[in-house]
């Protein structure tokens, strides 16, 4: 019996997927925890279209994330802050001020999307990697100055 996955079930498949499986399964598993619902004609052509609406928004945020990297590519951020003597900073920079400044040059970008290779907490030039994706990545630099 074919069903449409309506949850992720382990071993068996992901949410949307069609799989086969036992009737005995479908009707005594996974109908009664509304884990799947029954492949008919009718859900199978809307499941087509709605996988076939996914990838064409999906393909869409692609190719603006895309202008976005490019667009961000060897962006500057400067920060000015407390340091010491042997110029440590007295906080460290982070990626949600990294985010935060980088709304300020008119770029969203979560801090998530954000990678450091080790805190900031020198005063300096260091880098930064905004990574949407595997393949999706560019650099730009954090300045880092004396307040």
């Known amino acids: 019996m074919k069903v449409i996955l309506q949850k992720d079930v382990k071993d068996l498949g992901k949410i949307g997927d069609l799989v086969t499986v036992s009737a005995g399964f479908a009707r005594n598993l996974l109908f009664p925890r509304k884990l799947a619902v029954e492949a008919t004609e009718k859900r199978v052509s809307e499941w087509n279209h709605l996988k076939r609406v996914a990838e064409s ?40 001020d990294i985010s935060k400044a980088l709304e300020k040059h008119g770029f969203s970008i979560d801090r998530k999307d954000i990678v450091l290779a080790e805190p900031i907490k020198v005063l300096g030039t260091h880098k930064a990697t905004i ?9 730009i630099q954090v300045a880092v100055e004396k307040q």
């Open 131 to 139: 990574k949407f994706a595997e393949g999706m990545e560019t650099f």
């Open 57 to 96: 928004k999906k393909k869409k945020a692609l190719v603006e994330r895309q202008a976005i990297l490019d667009k961000i590519k060897g962006t500057t951020v400067s920060f000015k802050l407390n340091a010491g003597d042997n110029e440590k900073l007295f906080g460290t920079v982070t990626t949600t």
